[in-house]
C-alpha cells in the first residue's frame, strides 16, 4: 500500500469516528439549564427558541449560518403541546417559536420539555421551559379588536420589535388607553390556504388587541351596514382617519371584528321544575270523554263503491265484446265479390294441399331424392352413397 492510499484510509477512519462520536453524542444527549417563564392568562405569550441557547456558544459568537437546528417540545408526561400552546418554525435555519395565550383554565405550573436537533453534528439538546401561568396585574381588557394582517406572517410578528411597531402604528387608530396584545394567530390555523409561490404573498396572521378605553370612531366605523355593504360588493370600508397601519402593515379591513365586553351579558334563566300538572288555560280545554261512534257505514263504504265500480266496469265491456257483434251474414254482404273469390279460392287449395299430404301414395318429390339426373329425371339407387357421386356427371 503506497503513503497516499494509507493517508486516505487514515482520512476515511477519523471522517468515520467523528460520525461516531457526534452520533452517540448525540443519543446521550445534553441537559441544558432550565428556564422559568411567567405566562399571564389573557395575554400573548411568545418564547423564542434561539439556535446560540443550545449551541452553548459564548455571548460575542456569532451563530453560524449555515447551522441547521430543528425543534420538537412537549408537556412532560405528555406527547403534544397543551392546548393553548403553539410551535412554529420556518426553516431550520431560522429559530423556533413557543406562542399562545393561556385561559384561566390553564392557570398553574407546566413544564415544556423542548429537544434541539442538530442536523449538522447529530448533537441533542434538552431544556425544561417551567412555565408559571398566573393572572395579569390591572384592569381587564373589556374592548378587543382583532386585525388579519395579510402582509406578514406569524413567524414575523411574533418577535418583540415587530409587535411593539404595530401598536405604536395602531395608537394612531385607537387615540386613547393602553393598547396590549392578546393573541396572534396564524391565518392557516383559521382555515387560510398556502398562498402562490410568488414574491411578496404571504400567509397572513391574526393579531388581537386589548385595551380599557373605549373604541374609537374611526374603528365603528368598520362595523357599520354602509361598510359591510361596500365590502359584500368587494370594496374597502371608509375610514373617518388616516390609516397609520400602512403601509409597513397591510390589513384587511373588512375582516376586522370588534367585541364588547364591558356590558356583561345577562345571565340564562336556568328552568325551573314544576310538579308536572298543568295550570288552568281558557284557551286549552281537552275533552273529558269521547263519544261513541259507529264506523259500521264508513266501512261498506269504503268496500261496496270499489266492488260496485269494477262490476259495472265488467257488466261495460262484456256487452262491448259480446252482444254488440256485427254477425257473420252482414260481414259477408259488406264485402265485394272479387275479396270473396279470391278467399274461396285460396281456402279451396289450402284445403286440397292437406288432402294431397294425407295421403301415402303420392310419390316424393325429386328434389327431396339423393341425386336425380335433371335431363332424364333417372333416380340413382337408394345404396350408392350420395356423397361418392359427383354433382355433375360429365366428370367421369
Known amino acids: 500500500m ?23 453524542a448525540g443519543l446521550a444527549g445534553i441537559e441544558a439549564q432550565p428556564v422559568t417563564l411567567h405566562p399571564l392568562v389573557g395575554r400573548v405569550f411568545v418564547h423564542t427558541l434561539d439556535h446560540a441557547t443550545f ?40 429559530p423556533g417559536f413557543l406562542y399562545g395565550t393561556a385561559t384561566s383554565e390553564d392557570r398553574g405550573r407546566q413544564i415544556i420539555e423542548v429537544v434541539a436537533y442538530n442536523r449538522d453534528s447529530f448533537e441533542t439538546t ?22 388579519l394582517v395579510q402582509s406578514h406572517d406569524v413567524e414575523e410578528v411574533l418577535p418583540s420589535t415587530p409587535a411593539s411597531r404595530f401598536l405604536t402604528a395602531l395608537r394612531g387608530l385607537w387615540e386613547t388607553g393602553e393598547l396590549q396584545l392578546i393573541n396572534i394567530t396564524s391565518a392557516l390555523d383559521r382555515g387560510g390556504r398556502v398562498p402562490l409561490p410568488i414574491e411578496g404573498r404571504k400567509e397572513g396572521v391574526y ?15 368598520v362595523a357599520f351596514p354602509d361598510s359591510r355593504a361596500r365590502c359584500a360588493q368587494g370594496q374597502s370600508p371608509l375610514l373617518s382617519c388616516y390609516d397609520t397601519l400602512a403601509p409597513h ?49 264508513d266501512a261498506l263504504i269504503t268496500l ?4 260496485l265500480v269494477a262490476l259495472l266496469l265488467t257488466l261495460l265491456l262484456a256487452y262491448v265484446m259480446c252482444c254488440r257483434r256485427e254477425g257473420r251474414l252482414k260481414r259477408d254482404l259488406a264485402t265485394s265479390d272479387i275479396q270473396m273469390v279470391h278467399h274461396g279460392t285460396i281456402r279451396g287449395n289450402t284445403q286440397e294441399l292437406r288432402q294431397m299430404a294425407a295421403s301415402r301414395e303420392v310419390p316424393r318429390p325429386l328434389s327431396t331424392l339423393p341425386m336425380f339426373n335433371v335431363r332424364t329425371g333417372e333416380r340413382m339407387p337408394p345404396r350408392v352413397d350420395s356423397a361418392q357421386v359427383p354433382l355433375i356427371l360429365d366428370q367421369h
Open 2 to 24: 503506497g503513503p497516499c492510499q494509507a493517508g486516505e484510509a487514515m482520512a476515511a477512519t477519523r471522517v468515520w469516528i467523528s460520525l461516531l462520536v457526534g452520533l452517540l
Open 55 to 94: 449551541l452553548r456558544l459564548p455571548e460575542h459568537v456569532p451563530v453560524p449560518p449555515s447551522v441547521r437546528i430543528t425543534y420538537q417540545a412537549h408537556l412532560q408526561g405528555h406527547p403534544d403541546l397543551p392546548r393553548w400552546l403553539r410551535y412554529t418554525q420556518r426553516s431550520p435555519h431560522n
Open 126 to 147: 434538552q431544556q425544561k421551559l417551567v412555565l408559571l401561568i398566573g393572572d395579569p396585574a390591572g384592569p381587564l381588557l373589556p374592548y378587543q379588536a382583532e386585525f
Open 207 to 221: 393579531i388581537k388587541v386589548g385595551s380599557t378605553s373605549p373604541f374609537s370612531t374611526c374603528l365603528k366605523m
Open 249 to 297: 402593515f397591510r390589513v384587511a379591513w373588512c375582516n376586522v371584528s370588534l367585541v364588547d365586553k364591558s356590558v356583561p351579558e345577562p345571565a340564562d334563566e336556568m328552568p325551573v321544575p314544576g310538579d308536572g300538572i298543568l295550570e288552568h288555560d281558557p284557551f286549552f280545554c281537552p275533552p273529558t270523554e269521547a263519544t261513541a261512534r259507529d264506523f259500521l257505514t
Open 304 to 307: 261496496l263503491v270499489p266492488l
